[in-house]
């Protein structure tokens, strides 16, 4: 049975969230920020991805260590939409709450765990989800200007249609410069194994072991399935201090996904401004 917007489990993460905003010190920090971004295949489909553009808006409460410590704690809340400008069901609107904890046992290492717990309100009612699971993070600074660093995240997501919940188990390492104090970039690769929903004809049968249901979606005009997908994604991104305050960031990404429906492939990107008071 499809659960309503005000199901008991998605108040919760809006009360977590509500709590968490009020108990940040008064030092905290502040982010508001826009951002355009654009994914070639929106629907997951082996063959004829529907592209999509959105544009997005955020507002995030920050916690960050000062650096006086050995040990710290960090958190983050952030209240984020967006609107798609192609396929328009998949608009939507989320809030994120995310405690954690910092440790310091090297000048040159710190290694940060957090879990986390999103609700997410999709214009297409059956991608509406709660997802929860935990990060952890370790970054190396090799000299003053290079640092590398390596994550694991496990999410699990539960969506109001079986066929769009999924776990997942991602891991990644990348690689940053910083040319001066205002300015970087970044390379990565993840890798993650996990389900994923993939669009299919409506008379494409279902092969054999793929019992994990299948539906019927108005937003992408097409049977959806749900697969176990191995990921691979090659990233890079920049950014730049304009000022103390402002900052822009932009980012791409080539992801190569295998699954028992067969391969596909995805470009995605983005663009954001982001103003931290």
Do not use: C
């Amino acid at each position: 049975m499809r659960e309503k917007a005000t199901s008991p489990r998605r108040r919760a993460v809006f009360l977590a969230g509500w709590i968490l905003l009020w108990s940040i010190p008064a030092l905290a920090e502040r982010e508001v920020g826009a951002t355009l971004g654009f994914d070639t295949n929106v629907n997951r489909a082996v063959d004829g991805g529907e592209s999509d553009v959105q544009l997005g808006g955020y507002a995030a409460f920050l916690r960050t260590p000062d650096g006086e410590s050995r040990y710290d704690w960090a958190a983050t809340a952030t209240v984020e939409g967006a609107i798609s400008l192609e396929v328009t069901d998949l608009s939507f609107a989320a809030l994120t709450v995310e405690p954690g904890f910092v440790f310091f046992p090297r000048w040159w290492l710190t290694v940060a765990a957090s879990p986390f717990l999103q609700g997410k309100v999709v214009k297409d009612t059956d991608q509406s989800a709660v997802a929860f699971g935990g990060k952890i993070r370790f970054r190396e600074q090799i000299r003053r200007n290079l640092y590398l660093g390596q994550y694991y995240v496990y999410t699990d997501s539960r969506a109001n249609a079986d066929v769009f919940s999924y776990t997942e188990h991602a891991v990644g390492i990348f690689f940053g410069v910083l040319w001066r104090k205002t300015a970087f970039s970044e390379i990565g690769y993840g890798f993650s194994h996990g389900d994923s929903f993939r669009t299919v004809s409506t008379t494409t049968p279902t092969p054999p072991g793929m019992g994990k249901g299948r539906r019927y979606s108005s937003t992408f005009g097409a049977d959806v399935v749900r697969d176990t997908v191995d990921r691979h994604a090659v990233s890079v991104s920049a950014g730049i201090d304009w000022t103390p305050s402002l900052t822009f960031q932009a980012g791409y990404t080539y992801a190569a996904n295998e699954g028992d429906l067969g391969p596909f492939t995805s470009h995605s990107g983005y663009g954001g401004i982001a103003y931290r008071f």
